[in-house]
């Protein structure tokens, strides 16, 4: 079993859709959980952060981290197509080498 | 967030040559790089952990006379692949930490990537 579950999609939706994003991990000792999003050939961006469990919300996005669930979810609202891309969660512990495990990446389509 | 620069973006290479990509971290210290390789549809591959002042730590599996790295200053670590060959054509991402700047130490910044390319 992966540490970090990602369904790698493709998901298309259309424009305007909420679209809700997940990942699932089996290391109890992650604390601190991001979103990323990855435009083709290009470096990861960081969308979002959340340390421990709980929301968080930043303009379109909210970030929900669930540690009894072991599952995290990013919700894009009113989706737009240029937010068409890879998005990959990524996890941490808390221990000094920061080791960060990443999931496969789901990509989406948000078709005009 | 911090900014981090990674050079070249794409380069290609006959069989045999070595290849050198920097990444720099732009307005902060980085002690500690990482160094990725991604797949096309696929995830991010942890290779190294970079360290500055000191031998960076290699994933099981990554060869490090293969892969080279150096850290020699806290704004810049560099990769360098050895006499490379076609399977080592990959996207090449690295990524710094920020562990100065309070909201930012737990979190991972990335370069834009380096295509390479090996004929």
């Known amino acids: 079993q992966k540490e970090v579950e990602q369904d790698p999609g493709p998901l298309s939706v259309p424009e305007g859709a909420i679209v809700s994003l997940n990942c699932t991990y089996s290391n109890s000792a992650f604390q601190y959980f991001m979103w990323y999003r990855q435009y083709s050939r290009k470096g990861p961006e960081l969308l979002m952060y959340?340390?421990?469990?709980g929301n968080k919300e930043d303009g379109r996005f909210t970030a929900q981290v669930d540690k009894s669930s072991k599952y995290i979810s990013l919700f894009i609202r009113d989706s737009q197509p240029s937010d068409s891309a890879t998005y990959l969660c990524?996890?941490?512990?808390?221990?000094?080498?920061?080791?960060?495990?990443f999931g496969t990446g789901t990509r989406l389509k948000v078709l005009a | 967030g911090a900014v981090v620069s990674q050079h070249p973006s794409r380069v290609i290479c006959k069989s045999g040559t070595s290849v050198k990509i920097e990444c720099r971290s732009l307005d902060f210290q980085a002690t500690t790089m990482f160094w990725y390789r991604q797949f096309p549809k696929q995830s991010l591959m942890l290779m190294a952990t970079s360290n500055e002042g000191s031998k960076a730590t290699y994933e099981q599996g990554v060869e490090k006379d293969k892969f080279l790295i150096n850290h020699a200053s806290l704004t810049l670590s560099t990769l360098t692949v050895t006499s490379a060959h076609p399977e080592d054509s990959s996207f090449y991402i690295c990524?710094?930490?920020?562990?100065?700047?309070?909201?930012?130490?737990?979190?991972?910044?990335f370069g834009s990537g380096t295509q390479l390319s090996v004929l």
């Open positions: 990524s710094a930490r920020d562990h100065q700047r309070p909201g930012n130490i737990e979190k991972l910044f």
């Open positions: 959340t340390y421990s469990s």
């Open positions: 990524a996890m941490s512990t808390t221990s000094g080498t920061y080791k960060y495990i």
